[in-house]
């Protein structure tokens, strides 16, 4: 698909069917976010891929929304601070932006494989730790299920160009 065409058409899914995510699609997603840029390339992220079947009453602890629990997957992406690229002027630690970028990356290449995804902040994330086994050090930062759409997208809503954009300065 071109990209344009693919970033107009994403959307964020809240229905999915229960057809198995194909081992080969789920790999070539996967590849996808392995690929997605980090900062000095430390890659201090991990991909946690978990199956749906029979884990609802967990799931259900990490995000309550029925909806979530549909597709047969849900990815989380999870911050690995202490191997993240740090700005010396101010101390930022780039793991959360790495991660942002990697999800990025796997739900676009979801959408482009037709997969459906949305990205899930408001989860529980005492409960990612609890349920996934998470070592110290390990930050959860979104999660998406991860199928294949059974609606439709709603009209998107977004500031306009103009409303988003300076030039030279603020």
């Known amino acids: 698909m071109d990209f344009i065409k693919l970033i107009q058409t994403r959307y964020s899914v809240r229905a999915y069917k229960p057809d198995p995510v194909p081992e080969e699609v789920l790999r070539q997603v996967l590849e996808s976010a392995r690929l997605a840029p980090t900062a000095a390339n430390r890659q201090s992220f991990q991909i946690l891929v978990v199956h749906t079947a029979d884990k609802h009453?967990?799931?259900k602890r990490l995000y309550p929304r029925e909806w979530f629990l549909q597709a047969p997957?849900?990815?989380g992406l999870i911050a690995l601070p202490g191997q993240a690229w740090v700005r010396a002027q101010d101390g930022k630690n780039y793991a959360g932006v790495d991660a942002a970028i990697v999800m990025d990356?796997?739900?676009l290449a979801a959408a482009d494989a037709g997969l459906g995804?949305?990205?899930?902040?408001?989860?529980?994330p005492q409960a990612a730790r609890d349920l996934f086994h998470l070592p110290p050090g390990a930050e959860p930062v979104v999660f998406t299920p991860l199928g294949y759409p059974a609606d439709a997208p709603k009209?998107?809503?977004?500031k306009s160009l103009e409303q988003l954009i300076r030039y030279e300065r603020w």
Request: glycine share 0%; aromatic share 10%.
């Open 117 to 124: 995804t949305c990205w899930i902040a408001a989860f529980d």
């Open 57 to 59: 009453a967990e799931l």
């Open 105 to 107: 990356h796997l739900i």
């Open 155 to 158: 009209p998107k809503h977004r």
């Open 73 to 75: 997957l849900v990815i």
